[in-house]
Nanobody
Framework: QVPLVESGGGLVQAGGSLRLSCAAS????????MGWFRQAPGKDREFVAS????????YYADSVKGRITISKDNAKATVYLQMNSLNPEDTATYYC????????????????WGQGTQVTVAS
């Protein structure tokens, strides 16, 4: 069973919004940091945002501050990524990931990964 499942990607016009979801199941993530990363074709995987499993301490990459909000619904064991004012540079596959302990912006530190959800922003 895949412990992290993303959803919510799609095609959106520039300036639009999307909300991505990451549902955790079959795995206890207490003590973990939950992160969102993205990867565009031909580029490295890039940190977007992270939050503690408790729902506290959100942290953002400078490139998305003010446009993207990470949050967590503890009752649903789901992490969300609300993305506003999207532009074509946001086009990528977005991945949810989990690592034990404190936050990291390095994707290599994360132990669990979802399958990814595609976000395409049309100009």
């Amino acid at each position: 069973q895949v412990p992290l499942v993303e959803s919510g990607g799609g095609l959106v016009q520039a300036g639009g919004s999307l909300r991505l979801s990451c549902a955790a199941s079959g795995q206890t993530f207490y003590g973990y940091t939950m992160g969102w990363f993205r990867q565009a074709p031909g580029k490295d995987r890039e940190f977007v945002a992270s939050i503690l499993w408790t729902g506290s301490s959100p942290y953002y990459a400078d490139s998305v501050k003010g446009r993207i909000t990470i949050s967590k619904d503890n009752a649903k064991a789901t992490v969300y990524l609300q993305m506003n004012s999207l532009n074509p540079e946001d086009t990528a596959t977005y991945y949810c990931a989990a690592k034990y302990g404190s936050r990291s912006i390095n994707y290599k530190d994360y132990e669990y990964w979802g399958q990814g959800t595609q976000v395409t922003v049309a100009s």
